[in-house]
């Protein structure tokens, strides 16, 4: 379990650095842990490689460091906000093998950041009713494949937006990554549905508290969006956008990268279709194509699975009957072939095996009942 005292140096590790957080990794990565860092601040030049004569005497003055996150800890208690350093075993591990990963999170929420199955859907904050729709349509039929699916996005207008209330729409999780502290919403219309994602998945951010949403903080939060995901779906933007941005970060942290295309010249398709044609992102039209490509196993081949492991020593013509049977029960031999495209001598076979392993009966006007 992570201390309070490991919270408390690690927070104040990320205001040593000038906000460099690269180099905060690799001095939290050298020593093992945030209080490890403090307590070699006099000598952190002789136990980490490349550091700055100007970091190493920065380095000895924690006092203003130790004061924010003293503030930053009584923010959190009283916000019900979890903190996650990268060695909580509730930090994203997803995350934490990417190289610039940062070394702590703030999250309040309720979803699995560890969830199984975890994509994330941006696109440009002026989407149109095509990209509306498109992520609509997407997020319930990925639903009804794969009901176990953890929906993040960024909160912005547009896509995010759209996202985050068609997951809720659909019962999903959903997480907002915000580009500031958890003290505020940004921006402010999306409160209503921020506090339903409380409930319903959760808001995480690498910011302290009092820190705003500058230009640059969106830009280091896309990292988070593509890194804490499987896969990145790009779903309409420009022919330069932030959604690329985080395609291109997925991407190069080796995650499945897809989009939408859109209409040929049309301002908010230029760049999906443009990294498309690269062969930078792969071409979807549908939940189904996703599945699909991504190998995810459907609620339907979950339940197949089951049904095998009930019956482990069937044969795969035997499944097939007991499938049949288990949609509708008492069906006649002739419709049995029919339906499974057996042959009836074949099935009388098989129907015989299934009644002396005793799970199915022959019943009156030649039907055969299911027992299991």
């Known amino acids: ?9 690690t927070i104040a590790l990320t205001r040593m650095t000038g906000f460099n957080a690269a180099m905060a990794l690799q001095m939290y990565q050298a020593l093992g842990s945030g209080q490890a860092v403090y307590e070699h601040r006099n000598d952190i030049g002789d136990v980490v490689n490349d550091t700055t004569p100007h970091l190493r005497e920065a380095m000895r003055h924690w006092d203003d460091a130790l004061q924010r996150a003293a503030a930053e800890m009584e923010f959190i208690s009283k916000g019900g906000i979890r903190v996650l350093t990268l060695n909580d075993t509730d930090y994203p591990q997803r995350l934490k093998e990417c190289p610039d990963a940062p070394i702590v999170l703030y999250y309040k929420g309720t979803a699995d950041l560890n969830q199984r199955y975890i994509l994330d859907m941006v696109g440009t904050r002026h989407c149109t009713a095509y990209g509306q729709d498109l992520v609509r349509r997407f997020i319930s039929d990925l639903r009804q494949l794969c009901p176990e699916v ?6 912005a207008y547009g896509i995010d937006i759209c996202a985050h209330r068609s997951a809720l729409e659909q019962g999903y999780d959903t997480v907002g990554v915000l580009a500031h502290g958890l ?3 940004y921006p402010p219309r999306h409160r209503g549905t921020a506090v339903q994602m409380v409930s319903h998945g959760g808001l995480l951010t690498e910011y ?4 705003q949403a500058l230009p640059n903080n969106f830009r280091q939060r896309n990292r988070i969006v593509a890194g804490i995901s499987d896969a990145t779906i790009l779903v309409e933007s420009a022919y330069k ?10 991407q190069e942290y080796g995650r499945d990268v897809y989009a939408f295309p859109g209409a040929v010249g049309a301002p908010y398709s230029e760049g999906c279709n443009r990294i498309i044609r690269n062969n930078t992102a792969e071409l979807i039209t549908s939940a189904q ?3 699909e490509s991504m190998r995810w196993p459907t609620s339907r081949q979950q339940s197949e699975t089951v049904e095998r492991q009930l019956f482990p020593d069937l044969t ?3 499944q097939q009957v007991v499938s049949l049977l288990q949609q509708t029960n008492d069906l006649q ?3 049995l072939s029919v339906k499974s495209n057996i042959p009836i001598g074949q099935m009388t076979a098989i129907l015989f095996q299934l009644e002396m392993k005793g799970l199915v009966r022959p019943m009156a006007g030649g039907t055969y009942h299911l027992l299991a």
């Open 1 to 9: 379990m992570i201390t309070s005292d490991e919270i408390y140096y």
């Open 150 to 155: 953890l929906v993040v996005s960024g909160l």
């Open 183 to 185: 003290d505020q919403i």
């Open 208 to 211: 302290m508290s009092v820190t």
């Open 241 to 250: 956008g932030g959604g690329l941005i985080t395609c291109r970060i997925a």
């Open 289 to 291: 194509d996703f599945v």
């Open 316 to 318: 795969a013509e035997e």
């Open 333 to 335: 031999l002739n419709i």
